[in-house]
């Protein structure tokens, strides 16, 4: 098994903020917008885009919540291990809102499939859009794109991508495993 690095510490934070100059520049002052981080990865990309705002572009009023996918995926019975649920943080209303699903990859489109049934839980938003910091663009199994995009990468499905956090994992990175 070997592994490229795709993103540095440095190149990681570059992107971070261009992310969040890209919301700002859409949303302007989030008083009708929500950001949902998709469980379980997604909420550290998330936290970091909403500590940018908050922090670095005085962005008041930042709505930020955590949404588990678990079981609204359409895969989640065929793996043997039973599946462990993460929490669904929403303390606010989506209803009539936009809302930005902020995950990690964009891989096959599942998860974001998964997220936007999950979110009718919580009202009808009115518009949905989505952030996240890697595009696996040649592994699409819906017709999902991202409307924010950190990297585009072109992976061969036997590849996979492993984003690290510091919070999470010691370090701010990307790498492109070869199993």
């Not at 009023?61 to 669904?88: C, V």
């Not at 997220?115 to 592994?139: H, K, M, V």
């Not at 370090?171 to 495993?177: A, G, Q």
């Amino acid at each position: 098994m070997s592994q490229k690095v795709l993103l540095n510490e440095k190149e990681v934070n570059i992107i971070l903020h261009r992310l969040a100059c890209q919301l700002i520049e859409k949303h302007n002052d989030f008083s009708n917008t929500v950001l949902i981080g998709l469980q379980p990865r997604g909420v550290f990309l998330a936290n970091r885009i909403a500590k940018i705002l908050k922090d670095d572009y005085k962005v008041k009023d930042i709505q930020l919540g955590f949404l588990d996918i678990t079981f609204f995926r359409d895969d989640f019975r065929r793996g043997d291990k039973p599946l462990e649920a993460n929490s669904t943080l929403i303390n606010f209303i989506v209803e009539n809102k936009t809302v930005v699903f902020i995950d990690d990859v964009l891989y096959t489109g599942r998860s974001i499939r998964a997220a936007l049934t999950a979110i009718q839980s919580f009202g009808r938003p009115n518009e949905i859009e989505l952030l996240t910091l890697i595009d696996r663009r040649f592994s699409r199994h819906l017709p999902i794109q991202p409307d924010y995009r950190g990297r585009q990468v072109d992976v061969i499905n036997d590849e996979k991508v492993k984003v690290n956090w510091v919070e999470n994992d010691g370090e701010d990175s990307v790498y492109l495993i070869n199993k």
